[in-house]
């Protein structure tokens, strides 16, 4: 069954810093790919997505994310982070068994030092 | 701008009452979705809608059942609360024809059973 993970629940970075957060996902065919950022106290936004094509793909508020079939990987990327950036984010892939659902990794809330 | 209502921010009940949680979507949407979100497993999918008066059981459905009467509304119950049903709710709708099209969320149901 399609499965993501993420590895890391908690990540702290400087501002200014670049950030990286991983997230693999199992799937046997070219897997629909997602990742949303939720804010503290909101909903869920979508950040960027990817079916195919071009690998790199480039999101709303800086981001971008990489897609690499042979390490099985979607990670998301800024190469500066903003204190406004300090969320918790999901990494996401669409379910093909019956109908079709997304199915969330268990998240990375990310800290920003100021 | 699409927008998701959930009638309460945060709710109390105790133990064995019943609990109405409502989510409004003004967009016209066929498809809505009810996630519970709880720390280090993500968001996980208890019931969705493709149509009016139309449900699926999604990944954790026990303890739970929905009511689709309007096109706009999608209400989760609890039949009988317990404590194990403390947790964040999320409602979320997306546009037609789109499986692969974003999902579209509320702010949340932060729900506390004692």
């Known amino acids: 069954a399609q499965s993501v993970t993420q590895p890391d629940i908690h990540i702290t970075v400087s501002e200014g810093a670049s950030l990286e957060l991983r997230c693999n996902y199992s799937?046997?065919?070219?897997?629909?790919l997602f990742w949303y950022v939720q804010s503290p106290g909101q909903g869920l936004q979508l950040l960027l997505k990817y079916f195919s094509g071009d690998t790199l793909v480039q999101g709303i508020k800086g981001f971008e994310a990489e897609f690499k079939r042979s390490q099985s990987s979607f990670n998301l990327r800024k190469p500066s982070v903003h204190w406004s950036d300090a969320a918790e984010y999901f990494c996401a892939v669409v379910r093909i068994q019956g109908a079709q659902k997304l199915v969330f990794g268990q998240g990375t809330r990310l800290t920003i030092n100021p | 701008d699409v927008k998701v209502t959930q009638s309460s921010r945060y709710l109390v009940k105790r133990t064995g009452e019943k609990v109405f949680l409502e989510c409004v979507q003004d967009?016209?949407?066929?498809?809505m979705f009810w996630y519970r979100q709880d720390p280090g497993l993500g968001l996980r999918l208890i019931y969705f809608s493709y149509d009016v008066k139309m449900k699926e059981k999604g990944d954790i459905p026990e303890g739970y059942s929905v009511s689709r009467e309007k096109k706009e509304r999608f209400s989760l119950i609890l039949e009988s609360a317990s404590t194990n049903q403390t947790s964040m709710y999320l409602c979320a709708s997306r546009p037609p024809p789109g499986d692969l099209d974003e999902l579209f969320f509320g702010s949340g149901t932060q729900l506390s059973v004692l």
């Open positions: 967009m016209d949407h066929e498809n």
């Open positions: 799937y046997g065919a070219t897997p629909y």
